[in-house]
């Protein structure tokens, strides 16, 4: 049995994800309106959120494995879900290993006023880190509410 604490965790997550989402685009649409200053504080608070998750993540598998001895939750979709399911998890957690380096890459030029290296490493930061703030709301959808992910 794993305490309150650690089984809302999966849930948090997931709202950080979406929160993370929700900034990436504002940030997007600031930038593309030339609002810079209000953009920094947008994907400032983007970088930040994902830090959030990523401490939450951990604690919840930490945690998971303290309690259970469990590493994660497995998934219980079966036919044509099934390897959807695993493709968009596969590519969420490869890509999502890259996010920290080039997010903070990113970060780091606009910081030192590279703007066009800012610009040129954002143009591959912005979409994949969206893609994974987006899968990780999915995959918790999936393995967590969506009665299909257990009957299809």
């Known amino acids: 049995m794993?305490?309150?604490?650690?089984?809302?965790?999966?849930?948090v997550n997931a709202g950080l994800n979406g929160l993370a989402t929700v900034l990436l685009l504002t940030g997007f649409v600031l930038i593309k309106r030339g609002r810079r200053e209000a953009h920094k504080r947008v994907m400032r608070s983007a970088f930040g959120t994902s830090i959030v998750f990523l401490v939450c993540y951990l604690t919840y598998h930490f945690a998971l494995?303290?309690?259970?001895?469990?590493?994660g939750k497995k998934f219980g979709g079966v036919g044509v879900i099934r390897p959807i399911y695993f493709v968009i998890l596969i590519t969420h957690v490869v890509l999502a290993a890259a996010?920290?380096?080039?997010?903070?890459?990113?970060?780091?030029?606009a910081w030192r006023q590279n703007w066009e290296g800012h610009r040129r490493l954002a143009r591959v930061t912005f979409p994949i880190w969206v893609y994974v703030s987006v899968t990780g709301v999915i995959i918790?959808?999936?393995?967590?509410h969506w009665p299909i992910a257990a009957v299809v």
């Open 140 to 144: 918790y959808l999936l393995l967590y």
């Open 65 to 71: 494995h303290h309690y259970t001895g469990e590493s």
């Open 2 to 11: 794993i305490p309150d604490w650690v089984a809302v965790l999966p849930t």
């Open 99 to 109: 996010v920290p380096v080039l997010a903070s890459m990113t970060i780091w030029r």
